[in-house]
C-alpha cells in the first residue's frame, strides 16, 4: 500500500474548473492523487499523464486500469509538448505540474534521495539516466560542487563541504548516503544544525543537478502555457524557493501589462497579456500542516491563459 498524499489537493483541483470533456495533463503523475481526482470529474474528456519513475508509473497504471480517460506516458515533463503532439493533442484545457520529490521517493531507502536513511547515492527520478548522485559526489571538482550548493541548494557554508568532500575522496569513494551527511556535517559549524538537518540543502542542489530540474521546468512552463486553450488554467505547486522564483517570474512575464495601458478604461484585446494571475501563492492549511507534514513548504500558484 502506497502511502502518499498530495498536497494542496483540493485548492489544485478546483483551481482547474474542470470541464467534464476537456482535456487536461497531469505533468507529475507519480501515485495518482492529482490525476485521480481529475478523473472523477471527467465524463467524455481525456487526461494524460507525465511521469519517469518506472515504480509510480506502474502503480498508476494498476491503480487506474479500468479507467479509459488516462494516458499515462512515460517521458519528462520537459518534453510535454512533443509526447502530446504525437498523439494529435496540440490544445489543452489544464495542466497542473506538483514538482519535487514524492514521499514514496524519499521513503524507499534504495533510490538514495533521503538523509535519513542510509544507500548508496542515487536521486535519479528516471532511473535510466546514466547520470546519479553518486558520480556528481566522487567525480565533479571543488569548483563545480561549491557552485551547485551555491546555485542549487543556497548553502551558506558551500566551499567548506565542497573541500571537505574532494578532501574525505583522495582516501576512498563516497558510496553512501549517510556517508555524505557525515561529511556535511564535519564541514559546518554546529549552531548551522540546529533549526534544519545540516544536509538538506545539499541533498537538494544535488538532486537538481542529477536531473536537470531547474532547465527543464523552464522549458515545460513555456511549452504549457502555449498549449492551453483560452480560459485554460495552468496550476505549479513548488517546494523551495528556486522552483517558485521561475514559476513566478514567468507567470508575471506572461501577464504584464504596460502601465500606460493599464490606464485605458478599457484594455483592447490586442494589448492583452497571455496570462492573467489567478491565485499568486497558496499556501497549505493548518489542517493540512497537521495530518502532512511534508506540505510545509508547498505553494501553489495558478494562471488562466486569456489570450493566445
Given at each position: 500500500?502506497?502511502?502518499?498524499?498530495?498536497?494542496?489537493?483540493?485548492?489544485?483541483?478546483n483551481?482547474?474548473?474542470?470541464?467534464?470533456?476537456?482535456?487536461?495533463?497531469?505533468?507529475?503523475?507519480?501515485?495518482?492523487?492529482?490525476?485521480?481526482?481529475?478523473?472523477?470529474?471527467?465524463?467524455?474528456?481525456?487526461?494524460?499523464?507525465?511521469?519517469?519513475?518506472?515504480?509510480?508509473?506502474?502503480?498508476?497504471?494498476?491503480?487506474?486500469?479500468?479507467?479509459?480517460?488516462?494516458?499515462?506516458?512515460?517521458?519528462?515533463?520537459?518534453?510535454?509538448?512533443n509526447?502530446l503532439?504525437?498523439?494529435?493533442?496540440?490544445?489543452?484545457?489544464?495542466?497542473?505540474?506538483?514538482?519535487?520529490?514524492?514521499?514514496?521517493?524519499?521513503?524507499?531507502?534504495?533510490?538514495?534521495?533521503s538523509?535519513?536513511?542510509?544507500?548508496?547515492?542515487?536521486?535519479?527520478?528516471?532511473?535510466?539516466?546514466?547520470?546519479?548522485?553518486?558520480?556528481?559526489v566522487?567525480?565533479?571538482?571543488?569548483?563545480?560542487?561549491?557552485?551547485?550548493?551555491?546555485?542549487?541548494?543556497?548553502?551558506?557554508?558551500?566551499?567548506?563541504?565542497?573541500?571537505?568532500?574532494?578532501?574525505?575522496?583522495?582516501?576512498?569513494?563516497?558510496?553512501?548516503?549517510?556517508?555524505?551527511?557525515?561529511?556535511?556535517?564535519?564541514?559546518?559549524?554546529?549552531?548551522?544544525?540546529?533549526?534544519?538537518?545540516?544536509a538538506?540543502?545539499?541533498?537538494?542542489?544535488?538532486?537538481?543537478?542529477?536531473?536537470?530540474?531547474?532547465?527543464?521546468?523552464?522549458?515545460?512552463?513555456?511549452?504549457?502555457?502555449?498549449?492551453?486553450?483560452?480560459?485554460?488554467?495552468?496550476?505549479?505547486?513548488?517546494?523551495?524557493?528556486?522552483?517558485?522564483?521561475?514559476v513566478?517570474?514567468?507567470?508575471?512575464?506572461?501577464?504584464?501589462?504596460?502601465n500606460?495601458?493599464?490606464?485605458?478604461?478599457?484594455?483592447?484585446?490586442?494589448?492583452?497579456?497571455?496570462?492573467?494571475?489567478?491565485?499568486?501563492?497558496?499556501?497549505?492549511?493548518?489542517?493540512?500542516?497537521?495530518?502532512?507534514?511534508?506540505?510545509?513548504?508547498?505553494?501553489?500558484?495558478?494562471?488562466?491563459?486569456?489570450?493566445?
Amino acid at each position: 500500500m502506497i502511502m502518499h498524499k498530495s498536497v494542496l489537493l483540493e485548492e489544485t483541483i478546483n483551481s482547474l474548473n474542470i470541464k467534464d470533456n476537456g482535456i487536461y495533463v497531469d505533468a507529475t503523475l507519480g501515485y495518482g492523487g492529482h490525476s485521480g481526482e481529475i478523473l472523477k470529474r471527467l465524463k467524455k474528456g481525456k487526461l494524460f499523464a507525465f511521469d519517469q519513475d518506472d515504480y509510480a508509473i506502474n502503480y498508476s497504471k494498476e491503480k487506474f486500469k479500468d479507467n479509459n480517460n488516462i494516458v499515462i506516458i512515460k517521458s519528462n515533463f520537459s518534453n510535454l509538448k512533443n509526447e502530446l503532439n504525437k498523439l494529435n493533442i496540440d490544445k489543452i484545457d489544464g495542466i497542473i505540474f506538483d514538482l519535487g520529490v514524492s514521499s514514496v521517493q524519499l521513503d524507499k531507502a534504495d533510490r538514495g534521495f533521503s538523509f535519513h536513511n542510509d544507500a548508496r547515492l542515487d536521486m535519479r527520478m528516471d532511473r535510466s539516466n546514466k547520470l546519479d548522485a553518486h558520480y556528481v559526489v566522487n567525480n565533479y571538482d571543488k569548483d563545480t560542487l561549491c557552485d551547485i550548493f551555491r546555485k542549487y541548494g543556497e548553502e551558506k557554508y558551500a566551499y567548506s563541504i565542497a573541500c571537505k568532500i574532494v578532501e574525505y575522496r583522495k582516501n576512498k569513494e563516497i558510496d553512501t548516503t549517510l556517508e555524505l551527511v557525515d561529511i556535511i556535517k564535519s564541514a559546518i559549524p554546529y549552531k548551522a544544525m540546529r533549526d534544519v538537518h545540516p544536509a538538506r540543502r545539499v541533498f537538494q542542489a544535488i538532486r537538481i543537478e542529477v536531473n536537470n530540474e531547474l532547465v527543464v521546468l523552464e522549458k515545460a512552463l513555456e511549452d504549457a502555457i502555449s498549449m492551453l486553450n483560452k480560459d485554460g488554467i495552468i496550476a505549479v505547486i513548488t517546494f523551495h524557493s528556486l522552483e517558485d522564483k521561475i514559476v513566478k517570474n514567468i507567470f508575471r512575464k506572461y501577464s504584464q501589462i504596460d502601465n500606460e495601458i493599464k490606464k485605458l478604461p478599457e484594455i483592447p484585446y490586442e494589448f492583452l497579456p497571455t496570462l492573467e494571475i489567478v491565485k499568486s501563492k497558496i499556501t497549505p492549511s493548518i489542517k493540512e500542516l497537521e495530518e502532512n507534514n511534508r506540505a510545509r513548504s508547498s505553494k501553489l500558484r495558478v494562471a488562466k491563459k486569456i489570450k493566445g
